[in-house]
């Protein structure tokens, strides 16, 4: 396939922002996919060269690729610099400059899908002495063969700021739209890409053999999509959802999803990034376990002895960082405890019900890795006891889990219910992403910073949609940090899936989560949430760098949580 074809289909999603519409360009340009080039275009849809768990990123810096537009079209290093400050976007100087090149180059290939990515490719992982300039060689080369408009979108994914405003749920529409002229192929190929996380592997697979799909079978080293927690409010409520169930402590700590596979071991973070390397104890433990093969997840947290007290995420990772690896798991040691077995030599668990897997669970007794605590209640007075033990412990509450359910993977459903101490106290919070934010007027002109516009996700219409400014919350020190990351990540107009009635003193890439508290949620016709859902009283309460922008609040919790549950 040409590469001008996708971005000519990539020009007209920029200006689409319904999502039917949306899915039927992208069928008729996946109608016109070979199998090998699938997947690939898939990662290019997502802006991303392979997932975030390989560890191999897009990798060329602004700098370099004005270097290679210029080299390329025979403008200076000057002229570039200055059509970007004025247009605030690279993609579109790379645009005008090879529509006006001054230099032609002598022999032109027309640029065909798999290889660009090929050479992306190259350029992520070409190390060593020299590399950068034949990085930028390689870069320069693309745009030598490229038209105006591709050179658009291939400065642009180079960058990592594609944009599109297509998010992973019409890509799984338009994948079945494309191959079966419907969506019934939708459920399976979601089932799929929750439990390995790949949606190129995903996409690759339906085109060359379908048949595989619905029994797509979970694999050590492609991670799962965590299975997340419902809320709900007390004792009572929870044993009328689930009836006898499973109570389990809830630890706040460092989720991860350990693998093994003979001696090769790996940990991935809840946002699935690979973090063996924080981990050394652990690893070296789950290396010994006696299986082949298995795949589990746990929470770990730093352990005081001295004191008989945990450390939380934020104490242990920053432990870690600041004090070194090997220092910080001498003086606190890890504890991991593991709270769901998924996969052991060779069969896959998660269509089991909780309690197998839970009697795997309760296998972990070793030093560092331990099954969580838990117990089976009956009625409500069980539930509640086992609640207020866990907050006489200094944990953050319980979590209670159906006996019956599978693992569900990327989903937020009954199968778990969190019910922590701060529910019913004005305490509710949600995890929302910054699009935005102001500049300090009055006291906090010194700052430069006075405060964000942030979003949550509509998954009906795959888009983000704006519930709050937040201004209060943040200590001096953090209004700082926040600010210097916010520059980082400013783009020069509203990002393309966000619906928004208001403005900002500045847009920024959707990607930083934060948790706000608020006093109660209401209707305003400000805010584009659902049927205009606001925040009443926002405050910032912390970064969440555990989350991503596919772990935010949805509008459907915003309703729940407005009516209280
Ligand atoms: P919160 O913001 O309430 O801490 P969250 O939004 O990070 O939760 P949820 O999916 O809502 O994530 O809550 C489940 C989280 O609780 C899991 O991600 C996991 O990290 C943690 N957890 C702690 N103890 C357990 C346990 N025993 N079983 C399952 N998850 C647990």
Same mark, same amino acid.
């Given at each position: 396939?040409?590469?001008?074809?996708?971005?000519?289909?990539f020009?007209?999603?920029?200006?689409?922002?319904g999502?039917?519409?949306?899915?039927?360009?992208?069928?008729?340009?996946?109608?016109?996919?070979?199998?090998?080039?699938?997947?690939?275009?898939? #990662?290019?849809?997502?802006?991303?060269?392979?997932?975030?768990? #390989?560890?191999?990123?897009?990798?060329?810096?602004?700098?370099?690729?004005?270097?290679?537009?210029?080299?390329?079209?025979?403008?200076?290093?000057k002229?570039?610099?200055?059509?970007?400050?004025?247009?605030?976007?690279?993609?579109?100087?790379?645009?005008?400059?090879?529509?006006?090149?001054?230099?032609? &180059?002598?022999y032109?290939?027309?640029?065909?899908?798999? /290889?660009?990515?090929?050479?992306?490719?190259?350029?992520?992982?070409?190390?060593?002495?020299g590399?950068?300039?034949s990085?930028?060689?390689?870069?320069?080369?693309l745009?030598?063969?490229?038209?105006?408009?591709?050179?658009?979108?291939?400065?642009?994914?180079?960058?990592?700021?594609?944009?599109?405003?297509?998010?992973?749920?019409?890509?799984?529409?338009?994948?079945?739209?494309?191959? #079966?002229?419907?969506?019934?192929?939708?459920?399976?190929?979601?089932?799929?890409?929750?439990?390995?996380?790949?949606?190129?592997?995903?996409?690759?697979?339906?085109?060359? &053999?379908?048949?595989?799909?619905?029994?797509?079978?979970?694999?050590?080293?492609?991670?799962?999509?965590?299975?997340?927690?419902?809320?709900?409010?007390?004792?009572e409520?929870? =044993?009328?959802?689930?009836?006898?169930?499973?109570?389990?402590?809830?630890?706040?700590?460092?989720?991860?999803?350990?693998?093994?596979?003979?001696?090769?071991v790996?940990?991935?973070?809840?946002?699935?990034?690979?973090?063996?390397?924080?981990f050394?104890?652990?690893?070296e433990e789950?290396? &010994? %376990?006696?299986?082949?093969?298995?795949?589990?997840?746990?929470?770990? %947290?730093?352990?005081?002895?001295?004191?008989?007290?945990?450390? &939380?995420?934020?104490?242990?990772? /920053?432990?870690?960082?600041?004090?070194?690896?090997?220092?910080?798991?001498?003086?606190?040691?890890l504890?991991?405890?593991?709270?769901?077995?998924? #996969?052991?030599?060779?069969?896959?668990?998660?269509?089991?019900?909780?309690?197998?897997?839970?009697?795997?669970?309760?296998?972990?007794?070793?030093?560092?890795?331990?099954?969580?605590?838990?117990?089976?209640?009956?009625?409500?007075?069980?539930?509640?006891?086992?609640?207020?033990?866990?907050?006489?412990?200094?944990?953050?509450?319980?979590?209670?889990?159906?006996?019956?359910?599978?693992?569900?993977?990327?989903?937020?459903k009954?199968a778990? =219910?969190?019910l922590?101490?701060?529910?019913?106290?004005?305490?509710?919070?949600?995890?929302?992403?910054?699009?935005?934010?102001y500049?300090?007027?009055?006291?906090?002109?010194?700052?430069e910073?006075?405060?964000?516009?942030?979003?949550?996700?509509?998954?009906?219409?795959?888009? %983000?949609?704006?519930?709050?400014?937040?201004?209060?919350?943040?200590?001096?020190?953090?209004?700082?940090?926040?600010?210097?990351?916010?520059?980082? =990540?400013?783009?020069?107009?509203?990002?393309?899936?966000?619906?928004?009635?208001?403005?900002?003193?500045?847009?920024?890439?959707?990607?930083?989560?934060?948790?706000?508290?608020?006093?109660?949620?209401?209707?305003?016709?400000?805010?584009?949430?659902?049927?205009?859902?606001?925040?009443?009283?926002?405050?910032?309460?912390?970064?969440?760098?555990?989350?991503?922008?596919?772990?935010?609040?949805?509008?459907?919790?915003?309703?729940?949580?407005?009516?209280?549950?």
């Open positions: 396939m040409r590469f001008l074809k996708v971005a000519h289909t020009e007209r999603l920029e200006k689409t922002s999502r039917l519409e949306m899915t039927s360009i992208l069928a008729q340009l996946f109608k016109e996919t070979s199998p090998e080039e699938i997947g690939k275009l898939v #990662y290019i849809l997502q802006g991303i060269l392979l997932p975030s768990y #390989y560890g191999v990123d897009l990798g060329l810096g602004e700098k370099f690729v004005m270097e290679a537009i210029s080299s390329s079209t025979g403008y200076s290093r002229e570039v610099e200055d059509c970007y400050k004025h247009k605030g976007d690279l993609g579109d100087c790379a645009e005008h400059f090879v529509k006006n090149r001054r230099q032609l &180059s002598l032109k290939e027309e640029l065909e899908l798999l /290889h660009v990515y090929d050479v992306m490719y190259k350029i992520a992982t070409l190390s060593g002495a590399s950068v300039q990085k930028i060689k390689h870069f320069a080369e745009l030598n063969n490229a038209q105006p408009l591709e050179a658009r979108y291939l400065v642009r994914y180079v960058l990592g700021r594609l944009r599109l405003g297509v998010g992973d749920p019409t890509i799984l529409d338009a994948l079945s739209l494309a191959k #079966y002229g419907d969506r019934s192929w939708r459920d399976a190929l979601e089932r799929a890409y929750n439990i390995c996380a790949d949606l190129g592997l995903v996409a690759r697979t339906f085109f060359e &053999s379908p048949e595989k799909i619905p029994s797509f079978k979970v694999q050590p080293f492609k991670p799962l999509m965590p299975a997340l927690a419902e809320r709900l409010s007390s004792p409520e929870i =044993i009328k959802k689930l009836g006898c169930c499973m109570v389990e402590m809830k630890y706040d700590g460092f989720r991860m999803q350990c693998h093994k596979q003979g001696e090769r790996e940990i991935y973070s809840r946002k699935l990034e690979r973090m063996t390397h924080m050394p104890d652990v690893v789950v290396r &010994s %376990l006696p299986y082949k093969e298995i795949i589990f997840e746990g929470e770990a %947290l730093a352990y005081n002895e001295r004191e008989d007290r945990y450390y &939380s995420f934020q104490e242990t990772m /920053h432990r870690r960082r600041k004090h070194g690896i090997e220092e910080a798991s001498k003086e606190f040691p504890r991991v405890f593991v709270f769901d077995v998924l #996969y052991v030599d060779g069969v896959d668990f998660t269509l089991k019900p909780y309690k197998e897997r839970r009697a795997w669970v309760e296998k972990f007794s070793y030093n560092v890795l331990r099954a969580s605590f838990g117990a089976i209640a009956e009625n409500a007075r069980q539930v509640a006891k086992l609640f207020n033990s866990a907050i006489k412990k200094g944990l953050e509450g319980i979590m209670a889990k159906d006996l019956n359910a599978p693992y569900t993977a990327g989903k937020r009954f778990w =219910i969190k922590k101490k701060s529910y019913g106290k004005g305490m509710d919070t949600i995890d929302a992403v910054i699009v935005g934010y500049l300090g007027r009055g006291a906090r002109a010194q700052f910073f006075g405060g964000v516009l942030v979003a949550v996700y509509n998954d009906e219409k795959d888009r %983000l949609e704006t519930i709050a400014k937040v201004a209060s919350g943040f200590t001096e020190e953090e209004m700082v940090e926040l600010k210097r990351q916010l520059e980082k =990540i400013t783009i020069p107009k509203k990002p393309n899936n966000l619906a928004s009635n208001i403005e900002v003193d500045f847009w920024v890439e959707p990607q930083i989560v934060i948790e706000v508290a608020y006093d109660e949620i209401t209707i305003s016709h400000l805010h584009t949430a659902g049927k205009g859902y606001a925040l009443r009283f926002p405050r910032f309460i912390q970064k969440r760098e555990d989350k991503s922008l596919a772990d935010i609040t949805t509008v459907k919790e915003v309703e729940e949580l407005m009516k209280g549950k």
